[in-house]
């Protein structure tokens, strides 16, 4: 029988509108990506694409992407601009990517809607987002581990006890383990370094470093990516130890695949936005 994560815990209603009992996070940009009166990052309605040239020009401190020469703006209406000119190029060669008179999917634009959501959720609601995303520590999917059989326990231990030791050294951060169904209290100390380590990310490096926790079900991991500790395809094996083995055991199916394929995208486009980043993922 599979074993069960152990619950998370977290705001009754987060800036998405979680539900009790889920840990909040905040909501990713709605809809496709569209177009109002000037470039829109993401808009209710899905459009086919109405552009024709991409560019990045500097804006400020940072750079801005222009479709047909006019800067694209979040969901918000906030012009979108970037930090760093590769983060900006990044994002650009998404949009240049789309297909000729075809539909702007954001799933396709994972880059643009993680900026977006930085701009227009993280910015206003900043301590909020940090306390979510470090209450993952309380129940980081590292620190539940399985009873049997032992070649999974095994698999487990490999996988992620070397993760829990490079917080412990990294952050001063000391995380309990539990086996089977027990949920463990984890200690005061440890939750706080946490979320100091959580705290000292900019805005954009905190949307990020949410949706890498959300999706692998651990502040470690998502950590261990933005300190450059785990690579994407590190992470997504982490986060998917148990699926993996599973798919030894018994065998795959469509939907198993489909899951693991999300996961894997989603962990993948968190660890090249830290990446793009550059030096202004932290703080100060």
């Known amino acids: 029988m599979r074993r069960r994560r152990a619950p998370r815990r977290g705001s009754e209603a987060g800036p998405a509108g979680a539900d009790a009992g889920a840990v909040s996070r905040p909501a990713p940009a709605a809809g496709a990506p569209g177009a109002a009166d000037t470039a829109t990052a993401a808009s209710a309605r899905a459009m086919k694409r109405f552009y024709k040239e991409t560019a990045v020009e500097p804006a400020g401190n940072g750079f801005r992407v222009l479709l047909d020469g006019k800067p694209m703006r979040t969901p918000a209406k906030a012009i979108l601009v970037l930090p760093t000119k590769s983060l900006a190029e990044a994002i650009a060669a998404e949009w240049h990517g789309v297909p000729d008179k075809a539909e702007i999917n954001a799933a396709h634009l994972p880059l643009t809607r ?17 306390v979510d995303t470090a209450k993952y520590a309380g129940s980081d999917l590292l620190c539940y581990r399985a009873t049997t059989p032992e070649s999974l326990v095994k698999l487990q231990h490999d996988a ?34 946490l979320r100091d380590a959580v705290a000292a990310h900019t805005d954009l490096a905190l949307s990020a470093l949410y949706n890498l926790t959300h999706t692998s079900g651990s502040l470690v991991i998502a950590l261990a990516v933005a300190e450059g500790r785990l690579t994407s395809e590190g992470a997504s094996a982490a986060a998917q130890v148990d699926e993996l083995y599973q798919v030894e055991r018994w065998g795959d199916d469509p939907l198993a695949v489909k899951h693991r394929d999300g996961v894997a995208k989603d962990i993948d486009a968190g660890t090249r936005f830290l990446a793009l980043l550059e030096r202004e993922r932290l703080r100060g």
């Open 114 to 130: 993680l900026a977006a959501t930085g701009l227009d959720r993280v910015v206003p609601r900043r301590e909020e987002i940090i």
């Open 160 to 193: 992620w006890q070397p993760l829990l030791d490079w917080a412990e050294e990294r952050y001063g951060a000391r995380l309990l383990v539990a086996s089977g169904i027990t949920f463990v209290d984890q200690p005061e100390a440890a939750m706080g370094h």
